[in-house]
């Protein structure tokens, strides 16, 4: 397993983390939820073990629920708003959490290759074919 570490935080600075790298799972999400968190067409969200999350900063938590009715925990900034991780009940259970990539010091390199809730997506946002593109979480 790689010892590499990647950095992240909010927008003004106040929340800032590191986790191993790559993540277990990056995926892009277009349900209408995280469009709506993110003011965009999409959230780019990686999966790692809970324990490896190192982060610093206080975190405000929103309870959103899911299509499928399961609580979902969006955390953020409370300073500047900035989304910065996603957790579910289930994810607690099975030790991992979600990160929104975007928060990322470094996003060059990102490459998505499963995407979420699709039939959601914007019209105008075209996966590449050769990805996993799943209509349902």
Same mark, same amino acid.
């Given at each position: 397993?790689?010892?590499?570490?990647?950095?992240?935080?909010?927008?003004?600075?106040?929340?800032?983390?590191?986790?191993?790298?790559?993540?277990?799972?990056?995926?892009?999400?277009?349900?209408?939820?995280?469009?709506?968190?993110?003011?965009?067409?999409?959230?780019?969200?990686g999966?790692?073990?809970?324990? +490896?999350?190192a982060?610093?900063? *206080?975190? $405000? !938590?929103?309870?959103? @629920?899911?299509?499928?009715?399961?609580? /979902?925990?969006?955390?953020?900034?409370?300073?500047c708003?900035?989304?910065?991780?996603?957790?579910?009940?289930?994810?607690?259970?099975?030790?991992?959490?979600?990160?929104?990539?975007?928060?990322? +010091?470094?996003?060059?390199?990102? *490459?998505? $290759? !499963?995407?979420?809730? @699709?039939?959601?997506?914007?019209?105008? /946002?075209?996966?590449?074919?050769?990805?996993?593109?799943?209509?349902?979480?």
């Amino acid at each position: 397993m790689s010892e590499e570490r990647r950095e992240g935080g909010c927008l003004c600075g106040a929340v800032r983390y590191s986790l191993p790298w790559p993540p277990r799972w990056l995926v892009t999400c277009s349900c209408s939820n995280c469009q709506k968190q993110s003011g965009s067409a999409l959230s780019v969200v990686g999966m790692i073990a809970r324990d +490896d999350l190192a982060l610093t900063g *206080e975190l $405000a !938590t929103y309870t959103d @629920t899911a299509d499928t009715g399961n609580a /979902v925990f969006r955390r953020f900034c409370p300073r500047c708003g900035s989304p910065v991780l996603t957790d579910t009940d289930q994810a607690r259970e099975q030790g991992i959490i979600f990160f929104k990539a975007g928060t990322l +010091d470094v996003t060059r390199d990102l *490459e998505p $290759a !499963t995407h979420m809730w @699709t039939k959601s997506a914007q019209g105008w /946002v075209a996966f590449p074919g050769h990805h996993e593109q799943l209509l349902e979480q």
